[in-house]
Every structure is written in C-alpha cells, then in structure tokens.
C-alpha cells in the first residue's frame, strides 16, 4: 500500500492489554506523555487533599514515608481552618501545633491582652501572624523559637496566605514550600506525583498513541527518567527495549520509501462468499490508491472472475491432450472419445455432489482434481478397454466384458482403493487448500472408479463395432 500518514492509535486500556503492561503504568505513561507537568499548576490545598486520598495507592506508599504523610495532614488541617476561619482554645492549639500549653496559653494572653478578646480563641491565620509579627519581634519572647520552628511558621504562613488567595504553584515551587517541612520528600516525588494527579483529574479518554510512539516514548524517556524507576523493573526494562528494537528492525521491512506493506489475517475461508465481500470492500475502500493486494484469497477472488470461462478451457485443452493420447494408443477415435467423457462425466459428478451436499467447490483445487483425475484414473479405464478389446478376438460381447473385470478388477480396486483412502485421510488432517484438494481428490477417484467399474462396460458394449472389427 502507498505510504501515508495515518496512524493506528489506542486507548491507554488497549494498549496495556496488547504489550502486556501494568494499566495503571499505562496510564500515567499516557499522561507524561500528554501533559507538560510546566504548565500544569495546582493550589497547596488541591495539592495535598489529592496526596492524602491516595495515601494508600501503591505509588504513594514507597514514596512518602509516615512522618512526612503527617505533616501534610497537618498542612491540611491549616488550610482548612484557614478557609473555615475556625478558631481554637489555647488547648487545641498547643495539641494542633504540638507546643508546649503554657507557652501557647502565655501566646494567648499576649494576644487577648493586645486585641481585648475575651474569649481567648483565635485563627490558625491570625495566630500565626500574630507571633510572627509580634512574638518573635519582641526580644523578651523571641528566644523562645529557634530557626527551624520560625522557618516552619513561615511557611505555614505561606501556605494559608496561598490558600486564601488560591494562589497556584508548579512543582519546583510546591518543593521549595515543602522542603521546609519535611526533608523525606525529594523532587522527583513532587514530579511523579504532579503526573499521577495529572493522570488522574486532566487525563483525556480521546488521547491515543500508536504503539511505536508508546515504544520509542517509554524506551526515550521514561527508561531514561529516574523518576520511574521504582516503577520499571528489569524484566520490564528489557521487555520495551527488546520491543523497540524489534519495531525498528521489522520496520525497513513493512514500510519503504514509496510502498508499505500491510499484512491483514483473517478469520475467513480461504475462498467463499464472506471472503471475496470482504476483499470488494477493501479494493472499494481504497479506490483510487496504487496498490498490490497479495494472498491465497485475493488470487482465488481474481480467478473467480473468469472461472467459468478459464475453466471450460482448461477442460477441452484437457479433454483434447488425453484424447491424443489415447487414440495413438488404441489407434482409434471411439475409445478416446468413451474414456475422456466418462472421467469428465466424474468431475462434473462430483463438483455436483458437492453442491447438492452444501459443500464448498475451491476453483483451484477443482482445476487440480480434474488433472489428476485425468492423467491418473484414465489408466483404469485403459486397462480394463485393453482387456476388452483383448478378449473380444476370441470372445463375445458379454463374456469379454467378464473376462475384462477378472483381469482388471484386482489392480483397479487396489489402486483406486489407495488413492482414494491416502487423499482422504491426508484432507481430514491438512489445513486451508491442502485439504480440501485432497478431500475433493479423494471424492473424485471415487466417483470415476464407480463410473469405470459400472458405467464403461455397457458403454463398450454399445460402441463394440466401433471398438472390434472383426467379431464372432
């Protein structure tokens, strides 16, 4: 077929099934693929209720450990209370932030006795800011926060300010505010799960790949990336290379500069019905293409187009070479004449039989029949005329006709008796052509021995004065 740009392309579901592949790998193979994790950018809060409903997927588990899980849980707990404005007892706060009560009841009358609220709560977000702004300002306190915890506040500042005014972040950025809470998450963690939220909330089902863009993809860049390696095992690793190489070494050989080939299997017959509408539609389909279409099927349809006049010709040329033989042979014209249209008579009787059992007649396997049957079963009906015409010397018509069955009965059963019973049993185990040859092969001895054993007698007997000329 002429060379085109259109590509067979898959869901990542039936892509997974056909290589083999985890599906979930798939898919997020799909999405690396599809979404540029740069301008894919989400707000702390989606951020973090994504990581901690798919806490217990697989890919979370062996990437965050449980301390870092639970600070995102506290991170939760803050951008929540930011957005409720929940506020809290001195108690729940100190429990809330894990400091000490008496430090966090002291923070609570500074910041009663500073802004007059006498029921002593307050906001996440205000709290914070109130020690940042007031707490750790003032000399008298600010020794009671070291580096870290500040660095701490200030990011979880950050965060609340962020989920306040929804502001949105890339991964290197959700990194950076992250880092300064945990130390267990890396950025290729921050990356992997940029693109299994991706894969999960942007992924769209119309997306599709061939599978040499899915092979030389994954085999680029996906083995390349470390990221993914706690996804690829060996086994897998060499399966995609081994994939790769094999679609760059068979490609030279399905696509050329100007053709491409293309291999269709089919669940058809070889010839029938079914077969030759399926092959009318592709050469519809493809009117107008420069095309070859090549095959058992394609040749049987091309013959089936002149069957009937190639085979009437086959037939008389046929008909005519044997029947040159043998009048050179008995040197006369009845007999050829009787011998060629009894074993024609059986190859029209069997395709016969087979129509009339529903059977199925293959245009070359009926041509090859007729020439074995020709060159092969002709020998008996020779035989038994020679005996014949033998026995007719000194004997009259229907003791020649005996005599002849004595002399000729023996080699005729036992050699039709073979071919019939060898083609037979190879057809029942063969497959495609090469059975129903033989098959039909078999059908067709049949009936010309059947022919030759009941049918050519009396037929010699009406043509004796053609046959003997000089009769008792």
């Known amino acids: 077929m002429k060379s085109s740009n259109n590509k067979v392309t898959y869901t990542y579901t039936e892509l997974s099934k056909f290589m083999e592949i985890d599906e979930d790998l798939s898919k997020k193979v799909y999405a690396l693929y599809t979404t540029n994790k740069e301008e894919l950018k989400l707000t702390p809060i989606t951020f973090t209720d994504f990581i901690l409903q798919h806490k217990e997927d697989s890919i979370l588990k062996d ?13 939760q707990k803050f951008m929540k209370s930011t957005l409720n404005g929940q506020k809290y007892s001195a108690t729940q706060m100190s429990e809330l932030l894990n400091i000490n009560n008496e430090d966090i009841k002291l923070l609570y009358s500074l910041y009663s006795a500073k802004y007059v609220n006498s029921n002593m709560q307050s906001s996440l977000k205000e709290f914070v800011e109130f020690i940042l ?51 267990s998450i890396d950025q290729n963690t921050i990356d992997i799960l940029y693109i299994y939220y991706g894969s999960e909330n942007y992924y769209n089902e119309e997306w599709q790949m061939t599978i040499e863009q899915l092979i030389n993809y994954v085999n680029s860049n996906v083995l390349e ?87 009437n010709k086959i037939s008389i040329i046929t008909m005519i070479a044997i029947f040159i033989v043998v009048a050179f042979t008995f040197k006369s014209v009845g007999i050829p004449l009787a011998l060629v249209l009894i074993i024609q008579c059986a190859v029209y009787l069997t395709m016969g039989i087979l129509g009339l059992l529903g059977g199925k007649i293959y245009f070359i396997a009926l ?19 020679s005996y014949y ?45 090469v059975s129903k040859i033989c098959v039909t092969l078999s059908q067709g001895v049949l009936c010309a021995t059947i022919l030759i054993l009941f049918v050519l007698p009396p037929v010699l007997a009406i043509l004796d004065k053609l046959i003997v000329k000089n009769k008792l």
Do not use: C, W
């Not at 965050?64 to 600070?71: R, W």
């Not at 306040?164 to 959700?174: L, Q």
């Not at 041509?367 to 005329?385: E, K, N, P, R, W």
């Not at 015409?389 to 023996?410: G, L, P, T």
């Open 389 to 433: 015409k033998e026995s007719r010397v000194n004997m009259n018509i229907k003791e020649a006709i005996i005599n002849s069955y004595n002399r000729s009965i023996h080699t005729i059963l036992t050699s039709s008796s073979i071919l019939i019973l060898a083609t037979f049993i190879v057809g029942k185990y063969a497959s495609a052509i």
């Open 225 to 311: 990336d470390s990221r993914f390696d706690d996804f690829i095992d060996e086994e897998m690793r060499n399966k995609i290379k081994d994939a790769h190489q094999t679609i760059q070494d068979n490609k030279e050989k399905l696509i050329g500069n100007e053709y491409s080939r293309i291999i269709l299997n089919t669940t058809f017959d070889l010839e029938g019905e079914e077969t030759f509408d399926f092959l009318k539609k592709i050469y519809k389909d493809l009117d107008g293409t420069e095309l070859y279409i090549i095959g058992d099927s394609p040749m049987a349809y091309e013959m089936s187009k002149t069957f009937e006049s190639e085979f």
């Open 63 to 75: 990437s965050i450990d449980s301390s870092s899980m639970a600070n995102l849980t506290l991170t």
């Open 133 to 183: 702004n007031n707490v750790i300002t003032n000399e008298k306190y600010s020794s009671k926060f070291d580096s870290n915890s500040i660095t701490k506040l200030n990011t979880i500042n950050g965060i609340m300010n962020a989920v306040v005014n929804k502001t949105e972040y890339s991964p290197e950025e959700i990194f950076a505010i992250l880092s300064n809470l945990t130390d």
């Open 367 to 385: 041509l090859i029949v007729q020439s074995i049957l020709m060159g092969a079963t002709i020998d008996y009906a020779i035989l038994y005329t």
